[in-house]
């Protein structure tokens, strides 16, 4: 059982992400002029192909390429083994919503072997399957350039899919326009966008340590984990995969309540429900990247 110290700083740690969250509120200003400067940027190109998944980044800018672009504009969204039921659902909400030109495509990634071995740059191949479809679209149907959904704030992580997009070309608009993630969430708000709000989204490979195979069932076992969570009414959270324990992490002002007793077996029970034999709660929180840290620093990185 945790001591009554242990939970107070927890708390403590949750206080500070909120006010720290709040004080990275956006400028009205100065994210409105990013948008004219992203609007600029689209409207210089005769079309477009977005590569969407539905999150906050990649669904602002569809929009916006579809508010500049119009039918010159297609949203295209890959589905994969490591894409899931949940997101689509999400996405076919947000496409309801706006209206915009959109195509569902399959990918095919854990085909290839060097993806599945799961090493650090496993991304570069995901994004270089997905950025190699997408130009086989672009050439046939002759749009002039393909852009993604990366901002001003991503360049600080280790994102091997960079690599990919400027091997293929790929354009950046938010980068170039450079738009943070608070910018994008506010904008989007703005624009009545139901995306605006939704909890940072990753592939569900991301929750296999480098060196895990990725497989269609390790996959299938973390969505039904994270599902679990959903169903408790948990909105920030990764289910890291170790072997056949679930690591949880949730975000700091949601890990008072996960350390509740009652809370506390519930999880267990859920998560041993969807396949896990062991779970265990990170206590350092939710953070985009976690497995990250296992990675040697080196000036590469």
């Known amino acids: 059982m945790l001591r009554r110290a242990s939970v107070g700083a927890i708390l403590i740690r949750a206080m500070k992400t909120l006010v720290h969250i709040h004080s990275e509120e956006p400028s009205t200003h100065a994210a409105g002029e ?7 940027k ?47 659902e999400q996405l076919e909400k947000f496409l309801q919503t706006t ?28 994004k ?5 479809a997408l130009n086989c679209i672009a050439v046939d149907r002759r749009f002039a350039a393909i852009a993604y959904g990366v901002n001003a704030d991503d360049t600080s992580d280790f994102r091997p899919g960079h690599r990919a997009a400027h091997e293929h070309h790929i354009v950046t ?21 139901p995306s605006w709000d939704r909890p940072a989204s990753a592939c569900l490979s991301s929750r ?25 009414g948990f909105r920030q959270f990764r289910v890291r995969l170790h072997d056949n ?24 029970k859920a998560l041993k429900a969807a396949g896990f034999t062991y779970v265990a709660l990170d206590l350092e929180g939710y953070r985009q990247g976690s497995l990250n840290e296992t990675l040697a620093k080196s000036p590469g990185t």
């Open 245 to 268: 324990l679930a690591r949880i992490e949730l975000a700091p002002a949601e890990l008072p309540r996960a350390l509740s007793p009652a809370m506390a077996a519930a999880i267990a």
């Open 128 to 132: 270089d399957e997905l950025f190699s």
């Open 34 to 40: 990013k948008e004219q400067l992203l609007f600029s």
């Open 42 to 88: 689209l409207a210089n190109l005769p079309s477009l192909i977005v590569a969407l998944s539905g999150g906050a980044d990649s669904a602002y800018l569809a929009w916006a390429a579809h508010q500049v672009l119009g039918e010159r504009a297609l949203s295209v969204t890959a589905l994969s083994a490591s894409y899931s039921a949940y997101d689509r």
């Open 208 to 232: 296999l340590p480098y060196g895990t195979e990725v497989t269609a069932e390790r996959l299938s076992l973390v969505e039904r984990g994270e599902a679990a969570l959903r169903d408790l």
């Open 173 to 193: 608009p938010l980068l170039e326009a450079q738009l943070r993630k608070s910018e994008i969430r506010f904008l989007s708000q703005r624009a009545g966008l």
């Open 99 to 126: 209206g915009l030109r959109h195509e569902f495509i399959e990918t095919h990634e854990l085909e290839n072997p060097t993806y599945r071995a799961n090493a650090s740059d496993r991304c570069y191949y995901c």
